[in-house]
């Protein structure tokens, strides 16, 4: 068992726990940053050390595309090819080959796709994922998985769903074959799409195949919130509670409160990085874009005590001229201020859960965040 | 008198010397990074500041432009709004009317043109200038001088010439009106464009004019190596050795070493930062680029016994992989390498020049340089 519980908050499924993983052991819950290429998107892997995050996120797509295993694998992984010397949860490129994929075509055995970079044609199965993600040395691989969208009929979504968990099984056999080699703890990933006897399904599946941890994939894909929250609820139902739990690509507030009080660990999501690449930070009071002219003359912080680099140096006047004048050290700031803003809202999270006061706390931080 | 000299070489012009400044003494001779916006491009002014550097100059055009200089003012100045508390110079914004603007009619009076960036019209005086960069809070300011490309007709050469000495008359007595309340030095800028007889009147004119320091502009702008180093040993040769001499627009090793060789001290150039972005970095064996796929399973660093955060942490192989990808995390660390490259050769310049042995370092230095 990988998965540690501290203290669970005495009204709702929050819970504050660790994950021990070959890199280290993560306070949960717990956000981490994604890391697509190898690099958290206009940060140095020391800054993101500094925040005092411990697992950070990587695209196996991606870096099986670009820079190719066969470099990464020379340098003996990612972590050394990168210099991260935490932990690193890769995911399977399921979600991109859905998503950014020019081609694709799933049959039982693998998939076939065209990489959107150069259109090369590329085919992979689920044993060749794990593999992939072994010479990653990932601290956490993920199986590969058949994402679908949101409005599949159901005879197309119970397909997917089947594939997904007989790739889940032959993942598991692939995994548990490197075991004399290789450390990384291998997650199988619930599918089922928006038919609530479909995610039970999927959920009761993947808990039976007895994974180190399990995630949620196919939520916050477009749905309405009410829906996310819907589906998470039911589909933590079936999955047990002596392993950690992930929910892949959720990072706002709103829907990270949702999932901790579901019970869930640790979420990824390239949100923070990305919006604040467009000049958008995370404050107490919502979202606001540094671009706007009232923000000209402001020779205040971001957000008031707020330890990041960008709001104990620079006023948002500053910060406001640096995007004006498309400055890189505009995303470098904000980037820097979006990803230590959620990890001291995770601090916060579970201080409060240990208090048995993370109800109350997801109340009035929300209601400051939501109120503009 | 601001400049001090310590020890000048036996067997050149080459000197060492100290520019004591409103923020601080420069060790010269010394490079200046350009932070054209009040940035760096792509490096914390922290990192700057970490590198050694004690001077980064700005450019007045942009900041006159964006955010404009209403907004610096109400900062207190540059340095206050970009968090950068050591010297800062800025050029009149003489060149960037030259190169940028999208037209521009010099009259005796001034200069009417329009914005690169909006079209939007302006009109600058001399006068004006100095009281833009005194809002600016320079620690060195520039006259507003008028540009010329080479390969002009000597007349218009000479009408541009005889322009700017009436400027310089003229922002000399602006900024004698400041003396209470400002303590930012104001530096003179040699013209003549490549004519023997107009460099020599120009420079004896500046000269005359008892500025606390001299540019020599209008090189670098095209000509031949052997035409820039004819005319800077010239142009030199009526130049007072007990003032601070500049050399507008120079940053790559042959040009500094010629440059220091002929006792100037100070000079600025956006190569080195410019091409980092675009994935050279210098090496003591010449620029090479991050992107070739030579570097692809390099493990080794950019430049052995560089001190920089890529050459102590990362591989040319995960350098190369960051620019193939367009990471940011490329632009910044190339951008952080070039500088601490070029700080460390000033560095090196600055001991041979004690040692007595600047012109055998130069030629040590330069055959490998330039031996690809």
């Known amino acids: 068992m990988i998965y540690t519980l501290n203290h669970k908050d005495a009204h709702s499924k929050a819970r504050t726990g660790s994950i021990r993983l070959p890199h280290g052991v993560v306070q949960t819950p717990a956000f981490m940053p994604v890391g697509t290429n190898g690099t958290v998107k206009a940060l140095h892997h020391q800054t993101i050390e500094e925040m005092g995050y411990s697992m950070i996120l990587g695209n196996t797509y991606h870096l099986y595309l670009r820079p190719g295993i ?11 090819f ?12 399921g979600f991109q080959i859905f998503s950014l994929a020019t081609f694709r075509k799933i049959r039982e055995e693998g998939v076939t796709f065209r990489s959107h970079i150069d259109g090369s044609s590329h085919h992979l199965t689920p044993e060749k994922v794990v593999e992939i993600q072994r010479y990653l040395n990932s601290d956490i691989q993920m199986c590969l998985d058949v994402c679908t969208p949101p409005d599949l009929p159901k005879k197309e979504a119970l397909k997917a769903m089947r594939i997904t968990h007989d790739w889940a099984r032959r993942a598991k ?68 509670s002596d392993k950690p739990l992930y929910v892949m690509g959720i990072g706002t507030p709103s829907y990270i409160f949702e999932a901790v009080e579901n019970g869930i660990d640790i979420f990824d999501c390239v ?40 709001c104990t140096t620079y006023s948002k006047g500053y910060m406001r001229h640096l995007f004006k004048t498309n400055e ?8 820097e201020h979006n990803l230590t803003y959620l990890h001291n809202l995770m601090h916060n999270i579970r201080m409060s859960i240990e208090a048995d006061r993370f109800t109350e706390y997801k109340r009035e931080y929300l209601s400051a965040y939501e109120r503009k």
Not at 70 to 76: L, Q, T
Not at 274 to 280: K, Q, W
Not at 288 to 309: A, H, L, S, W, Y
């Open 70 to 80: 066969e470099v990464i694998k020379a340098y003996g992984g990612l972590h050394q």
């Open 82 to 93: 990168s210099s991260w010397d935490h932990n690193i949860l890769t995911d399977s490129g």
């Open 173 to 240: 056999s692939a995994w548990e074959s490197y075991s004399d080699t290789y450390e990384g703890k291998l997650f199988g990933i619930v599918q089922g799409n928006f038919y609530e006897d479909l995610r039970k399904e999927s959920a009761e599946y993947i808990a039976s195949l007895d994974f180190p941890g399990i995630a949620i994939g196919g939520l916050s894909v477009g749905e309405p919130f009410n829906t996310y929250a819907e589906f998470l609820a039911m589909t933590v139902e079936s999955l047990p």
């Open 271 to 310: 949100f923070a990085t990305r919006t604040a690449r467009n000049g958008s930070v995370f404050t107490d009071h919502g979202l606001i874009n540094m671009k706007k002219v009232i923000n000209e003359f402001d020779q205040g912080p971001i957000q008031e005590g707020c330890t990041c680099r960008a």
């Open 328 to 335: 890189i050290l505009g995303a470098m700031l904000a980037s």
